[in-house]
């Protein structure tokens, strides 16, 4: 198994441009995320999928849209990238075995710099 | 969401045992206890977790304190390759948000030869 993996690993965009980051796992997860992580801090949620065609909002939200028509990939959308969106973005993805024990597993990170 | 309290920084020699504490005064019954750990340029990995009860893996033991106002991630003999910020994470009961984790700013580990 390939785990999660994520597409591009690296990107640089000019302010306004847009991209989608792409997330793939082959784990058979229901549940979905996506984090950020600036320089010295710890991850933030920006938006999670508990199933197939389902979406919800994290912690930092805004400037992004995310979709998950399949359920082994979770998109994650900038329509007009923003120098505050530098960061190194994660995606994890877990199953939910009984509730509260889920394990989350990440993949290796996207590295975006916005001009 | 109940948050935890680590030491921003420690340092370990090699092959000597690391106890990594973390403070959750605000822990809730039901709150599960996580560690997570992220290696230099690499996503977070999980490391072990717990309820009450002491827990040992093979990568860990996790030694949660009676009142679980605190815990203790132990590495028993740490390596290079365990040189990582780690991060203590309280895990809420299932609720309708996906099961979620809350990172504070961990614990940077580094480790000498």
């Known amino acids: 198994n390939a785990g999660v993996t994520q597409t591009p690993k690296f990107r640089v965009l000019k302010t306004g441009q847009s991209m989608t980051l792409l997330c793939a796992q082959d784990?058979?997860?229901?549940?979905m995320y996506w984090y950020r992580q600036d320089p010295g801090m710890g991850l933030r949620l920006i938006h999670y999928?508990?199933?197939?065609?389902?979406?919800a909002k994290g912690e930092v939200p805004d400037g992004y849209n995310v979709s998950r028509l399949k359920k082994q990939n979770f998109l994650l959308g900038l329509e007009s990238a923003a120098p505050s969106q530098t960061s190194v973005y994660f995606c994890?993805?877990?199953?939910?075995?009984?509730?509260?024990?889920?394990?989350?597993?990440f993949g290796p990170g996207t590295r975006l710099l916005v001009l | 969401d109940a948050k935890t309290t680590q030491p921003n920084s420690m340092e370990s020699n090699e092959e000597e045992p690391v106890h990594l504490p973390c403070n959750h005064s605000?822990?809730?019954?039901?709150?599960?206890i996580h560690w997570y750990r992220q290696l230099p340029s690499q996503g977070p990995e999980y490391v072990i977790h717990?309820?009450?009860s002491n827990v040992n893996n093979r990568m860990a033991s996790l030694a949660i304190a009676e009142d679980r106002k605190s815990s203790t991630l132990i590495l028993h003999r740490a390596t290079l390759r365990d040189a990582a910020v780690y991060y203590c994470i309280l895990r809420p009961p299932r609720d309708n948000q996906g099961g979620k984790l809350i990172f504070g700013q961990g614990t940077e580990l580094s480790v000498k030869p």
């Open positions: 994890a993805s877990s199953y939910p075995k009984g509730g509260r024990e889920e394990t989350q597993y």
């Open positions: 784990m058979n997860h229901e549940y």
């Open positions: 999928s508990v199933g197939e065609g389902t979406t």
């Open positions: 605000t822990i809730s019954g039901t709150d599960y």
């Open positions: 717990g309820l009450t």
